[in-house]
């Protein structure tokens, strides 16, 4: 999470006014943003990864359930052609599904709504509207996905000190240069090293971006049955800047994710047509993940509050007047 541990009435106020918006420090954090962007989905297309579009409305998404780090306050509805369909939460469902029907390996800049609680307005790490660049690999392992968003976040951050130096200089931002591969630590280990609140304490405790493993959520995540461990991950900045990507080897066996599903208390019919390709052995094993561009951008920048980087903060709690 994001230094300070919280924050104040003053910053989110400051944050939500219109006439802030043309703010020089928030000025640098868009061109930042425009640097990472365009480093990274060049990065993408080097490597001969398909750029599709996204969903925004559909009848099935991310239940965030049984994920820890979820707090979701509500889920938005509405009715379209008298058919009741969500706002998205992750394209995880999509990805599954495409990945086995389509290309072998795309991304996505896909919009995300998730109405938070209230309370995480002030971690400083939350918003309740953002984009994650997504990507997903036929057949791809765990290790591939580490390759891939290591090259893109070094890669990123090299493009930004070599063309906003002067910016950086004027902000105060001293930004890093880091070594590949990130080191790996499971959350056992973290646990056993720094209790069951590892999540707040590990970003202050490196010094470089860790992967983090084997961490219980949603059905879709592979999870060894006899081991009991999982093959997903996430990706934490130092600083105290933490989670900036979430992602996993996926579940493709028809009755281990029929049974997760009913273990976690979801609907099989919300899961109809991942369920059926899974069923009729069309669901091809892969590998993903989502990273947060608002959150990436926010280290990047050094941002007191994710929402500075937005140019109409979506901070959770608050409705800002656009």
Known sequence: MLKPKTVDDGLLEELTKVESMGARRRLIAYRAGTVVLRSMVEELLDMGFEWVLPVML?????????????????????????VRVRTMQSMIVHKRVLVSLGPPKFFILSPNIRIEKRERG?????????????????????????????????????AVRSELSEDLREIGRELRDFG??????????????YGPEWERVLPHKIEEPVWVTDIPREFYDFEDFETGTWRNYDLYMPEGYGEVLSGAEREHDYEKMLTKIKRDGLRPEDYEVLLRLAMEGKLKPSAG?????????????GARHVAEVQPFPRIPGIVSPL
Do not use: C, N
Request: zero cysteines; a negative charge.
């Open 180 to 193: 590949t591969p990130f080191r790996v630590v499971s959350r056992r280990e973290l646990e056993r090293a």
């Open 58 to 82: 559909s009848r099935t998404t991310d239940p965030l359930w049984p994920d820890p780090g979820a707090s979701i306050e509500t889920r938005p509805e509405l009715e379209v052609y008298g």
């Open 289 to 301: 993940a989502g990273l947060g561009v608002e959150r990436f951008v926010a280290y990047v920048v």
């Open 122 to 158: 002030k971690t400083g790490w939350h918003l309740y509207e953002f984009t994650q660049l997504e990507t997903e690999i036929a057949y791809g392992r765990m290790e591939d996905v580490f390759r891939v968003y290591e090259r893109l976040v070094t890669s990123a951050i090299r």
